[in-house]
């Protein structure tokens, strides 16, 4: 086992938490394979990439709105094109300041120009980074993520037979599917979804 390409936990980090010995190896791929269900879960929990990813290109409906909510935040964006034809050339190119705004920590987009994105079907895309840099990922979803890593490493132990289902490739990224005897909503504890809820994506409350 090999850790996650998008881990934002270390192995390191989640001896300190669990008071283990960091010179003993022995259980290393262990808890990468903790590491990596526990950070897909978290992502999953929250609705939103956490560790950047470099060059994420969507499409959205630009229905008449004067804004454009972006399916991860933060987001440092690179490009928007509002095409009604979806040919998305040069002419359609849109200005960063001049056409539009953009909120880079609600990763929310505000149209200048004309004050709204096209009516349209897919007409607006969208380059940007999305997630956070790993020195800016905030304390309390790392928090989150080893007391998801020990509440799971606690299941295994009590016969749940979490591990092997949950875990992820490093080089595909993989998702992560818990067995029918474990939720996601069970393999993260209480304690963390709290520590998580100022950080669940917009739409999903409402906004």
């Excluded at 880079?104 to 004309?114: K, T």
């Amino acid at each position: 086992m090999a850790l996650w390409a998008y881990a934002f936990l270390t192995v390191a980090e989640l001896k300190r938490g669990l008071g283990l010995n960091a010179f003993d190896v022995s259980q290393d791929a262990y808890l990468e394979e903790l590491i990596n269900a526990s950070c897909q879960l978290v992502e999953e929990h929250i609705k939103r990439f956490i560790l950047q990813r470099a060059a994420v290109v969507e499409q959205y409906d630009g229905e008449g709105l004067p804004h454009l909510q972006l399916n991860h935040a933060p987001a440092v964006v690179a490009s928007v094109y509002d095409d009604s034809e979806r040919a998305f050339t040069a002419a359609t190119l849109l200005v960063a300041g001049t056409d539009y705004l953009v909120n880079s920590a609600e990763g929310l987009i505000e149209a200048l120009d004309h004050g709204y994105f096209y009516d349209g079907r897919k007409n607006v895309k969208v380059t940007y980074a999305a997630g956070w840099l790993l020195a800016d990922i905030p304390h309390a979803i790392k928090k989150a993520t080893e007391l998801t890593a020990q509440n799971l490493r606690n299941l295994d132990g009590a016969g749940k037979g979490l591990l092997g289902v949950a875990a992820v490739s490093a080089a595909g990224g993989g998702s992560v599917s818990p067995n029918s005897q474990l939720g996601a909503q069970d393999a993260i504890p209480n304690q963390a979804q709290v520590l998580l809820r100022p950080y669940v994506h917009r739409r999903e409350l409402g906004f």
